[in-house]
């Protein structure tokens, strides 16, 4: 099985900067694809930000210039360094994982619990 887990939400006022972690654990592949989404209430998931394992990056528009992907294949680990926020940007940010894992290795897709970013104007 694989598992994912998100850490480094918090509040922050308008302008400020935060990093958000998501480690993947279990039997992973190297080949993967891990990826940032949100969710603000009332409105549904979208994509935020996706690594490939070759380290091809890829933003939604609303955040490109101000958040940036980065990924350490030798922890499992995917970060989302988010600066210029705006209140916007106030969402649940899940993590996503897609890719061979498991034994028997078969292509799974899981998602973390999520975090909380609260950004004040």
């Known amino acids: 099985q694989v598992f994912v887990a998100e850490s480094g939400g918090g509040s922050v006022q308008a302008g400020g900067s935060l990093r958000l972690s998501c480690a993947a654990s279990?039997?992973?592949?190297?080949?993967?694809?891990m990826a940032w989404y949100r969710q603000a209430p009332g409105k549904q998931r979208e994509s935020v930000a996706t690594?490939?394992?070759?380290?091809?990056?890829d933003y939604t528009g609303s955040v490109k210039g101000r958040f940036t992907i980065s990924r350490d294949n030798a922890k499992n680990t995917v970060f989302l360094q988010m600066n210029s926020l705006k209140s916007e940007d106030t969402a649940v940010y899940y993590c996503r994982y897609t890719g061979l894992g498991g034994a028997p290795s078969r292509y799974l897709e899981v998602w973390g619990q999520g975090t909380l970013v609260t950004v004040s104007s």
């Open positions: 279990g039997i992973i592949s190297r080949i993967n694809t």
């Open positions: 690594i490939r394992a070759d380290g091809i990056t």
